[in-house]
């Protein structure tokens, strides 16, 4: 029996360098195999996963050996961490590894979107010439980023837009309204309610974790406030945003444009994702935006480092 499982793709670089003396096993598609899976963590002491390895239940409960759990990402509603912490296991989430990466995403979606001249190329290739179709495309600078969640994601998103010439709102009902959160390098950032947020903004960006109290926070309600030629990006976690909703919204140019890069089903499934056909202005990635070369080395070696050091210590 393997002491460290790592359920999902890893940076292999990572795992030689950082769990090298442990006995490991790496197979990016365990997740994919239930009944190898369940045995593969029966004898474990560390299990390493990312978002699709649902750790809870009967898997959890067969990892009776289990010390530690790597989460190569930052998101924990695939873990039980009330059972972990019941038994004694550490969590360890590799915060701050990707937030590069989704900050990156969300402006370059929000470009995108904003001009909406870039699903031209195949029209140019045939030969057509759409230039007056494509005069209204929008800049960034100047106009307001409203950011659900104030966390260190959407932190390093309001220094880049900031830098575009962007001004910066934000919503978190966690971060006191005297926080030195609200002070960043480039100036202050406009605390706002939520729904006064969505109304003033240009871009919305959610960077909230999916819990009873955030699910479906993004309704027809609430997209209803918004601008009807704003934009809205979802790299945080499926199930905050009513899918359907967002596309109505888009089908009735009730909204100017969304990335959604999280669903509440992932892989997001052909009957739920036909809803988006014929949606206008709208990018949709399986869960990609913290995905990088970078961040995944990052990620990886940050994980492995943690799961080792735990290890080691006890």
Same mark, same amino acid.
């Given at each position: ?38 045995? $593969?963590? *029966?004898? &474990? ?9 649902? =750790?809870?239940? @009967?898997? +959890?409960? %067969? !990892? ?112 006191? $309204?005297? *926080?030195? &959160? ?9 605390? =706002?309610?939520? @729904?006064? +947020?969505? %109304? !003033? ?114």
């Amino acid at each position: 029996m393997a002491d460290i499982v790592i359920t999902e793709f890893m940076d292999e670089e990572a795992i030689a360098s950082c769990l090298a003396g442990f006995d490991v096993l790496y197979d990016p598609h365990l997740v994919d195999k239930p009944d190898e899976l369940t045995k $593969a963590v *029966a004898g &474990a002491r560390g299990v390493i996963v990312r978002n699709s390895t649902q =750790l809870r239940g @009967d898997l +959890l409960a %067969a !990892a009776g050996k289990l010390r530690a759990v790597g989460r190569l990402g930052v998101g924990l509603d695939n873990i039980d961490v009330a059972a972990c912490e019941k038994r004694g296991i550490a969590v360890y989430p590799a915060t701050g590894a990707n937030d590069v990466s989704v900050a990156e995403y969300v402006i370059g979606t929000a470009l995108f979107l904003l001009r909406g001249t870039y699903y031209a190329t195949f029209e140019v290739i045939a030969g057509r010439w759409p230039r007056s179709r494509l005069i209204g495309g929008r800049e960034i600078a100047g106009k307001r980023l409203g950011l659900v969640g104030f966390g260190s994601i959407a932190k390093e998103v309001a220094v880049r837009a900031a830098a575009m010439g962007m001004q910066v709102s934000a919503y978190d009902p966690h971060v006191p $309204a005297d *926080a030195p &959160a609200w002070t960043q390098p480039f100036g202050k950032v406009e605390r =706002l309610p939520l @729904d006064e +947020l969505l %109304a !003033a903004s240009d871009v919305v960006s959610l960077h909230v974790p999916l819990t009873d109290e955030t699910r479906n926070l993004i309704d027809a309600s609430r997209l209803a406030l918004m601008k009807r030629d704003a934009i809205l990006i979802n790299a945080a976690r499926g199930g905050v945003v009513d899918e359907e909703a967002v596309s109505q919204a888009l089908k009735e140019n009730k909204l100017g444009g969304a990335a959604l890069d999280v669903f509440d089903e992932e892989p997001l499934p052909e009957a739920k994702g036909v809803v988006f056909g014929g949606a206008p202005n709208v990018i949709l990635t399986p869960h990609i935006a913290g995905l990088t070369v970078e961040s995944n080395r990052r990620v990886s070696t940050v994980t492995a480092q943690r799961i080792a050091k735990h290890l080691s210590e006890g």
